[in-house]
């Protein structure tokens, strides 16, 4: 039972250079969610869709784009890569509503040169 | 911007003892969730406490909330060279537009545990 999977683990871009971060999920969750942890900044939201066909800006969306492509998948784009975005970041799901716990990948390291 | 705040940033114990970390937050909460993050690992989910609950345990961990201090706090008890990782609170409030419910993350506490 796989759980929540990212790809790439690592990668490293230079300034400008466009990409996209997957995640899948097969726990059958409604809700999933993209976080990127910074060093003494703990995680914070970037997207996050609910449910299959809605998405939602969390607290730092400025630069990056999302697609639900099913309910399994949600990926992250960053269209035009710059050093601030250099970070790690983090896919979660989980049942929809209130009270329920997440699961996470175990991250993609991104580093922007 | 971070709802929960955790003290201490960091705790180092030896083996055997218990440690607490303590979470604080500013806006009404439905539940606080604790997480643990093992180094080079997502977060894992331990434990889930309600608004109308005051303590809760599960295995070693015990966890307590004050709605009317608006903190929590996490204890383990009887640490193991394993425990070592980073523990983070998340609140989990209703937003705006009724059904999008979201967690907010505190910064973390980093636990050492000695053998």
């Known amino acids: 039972n796989a759980g929540v999977t990212q790809t790439p683990k690592f990668q490293v871009l230079k300034t400008g250079q466009s990409m996209t971060l997957q995640c899948a999920q097969d726990?059958?969750?409604?809700?999933m969610y993209w976080y990127r942890q910074d060093p003494g900044m703990g995680l914070r939201l970037i997207y996050y869709?609910?449910?299959?066909?809605?998405?939602d800006k969390g607290e730092v969306p400025n630069g990056y784009n999302v697609s639900r492509l099913n309910k399994r998948e949600f990926s992250l784009r960053l269209e035009s890569a710059a050093p601030s975005q250099t970070s790690v970041y983090f896919c979660?799901?989980?049942?929809?509503?209130?009270?329920?716990?997440?699961?996470f990948g175990d991250g993609t390291r991104l580093s922007i040169l | 911007s971070q709802q929960g705040e955790e003290d201490p940033q960091a705790l180092s114990i030896q083996e055997g003892e218990n440690a607490t970390m303590n979470c604080s937050y500013k806006?009404?909460?439905?539940?606080l969730q604790w997480y643990r993050q093992n180094s080079g690992r997502g977060l894992v989910h331990l434990i889930l406490?309600?608004?109308?609950?005051r303590e809760k345990h599960s295995g070693r961990l015990r966890v307590t909330l004050d709605t009317s201090k608006k903190s929590s706090s996490l204890l383990i008890t009887a640490s193991r060279a394993a425990d070592t990782a980073s523990y983070f609170c998340?609140?989990?409030?209703?937003?705006?537009?009724?059904?999008?419910?979201?967690?907010?993350f505190g910064k973390g506490t980093l636990l050492t545990v000695n053998p």
């Open positions: 726990m059958n969750h409604n809700s």
């Open positions: 406490i309600r608004s109308n609950e």
């Open positions: 998340a609140t989990d409030a209703l937003r705006s537009g009724g059904s999008n419910y979201k967690l907010t």
């Open positions: 979660a799901s989980s049942i929809q509503g209130s009270g329920q716990p997440q699961h």
């Open positions: 869709s609910a449910s299959e066909g809605t998405t």
């Open positions: 806006t009404s909460i439905n539940n």
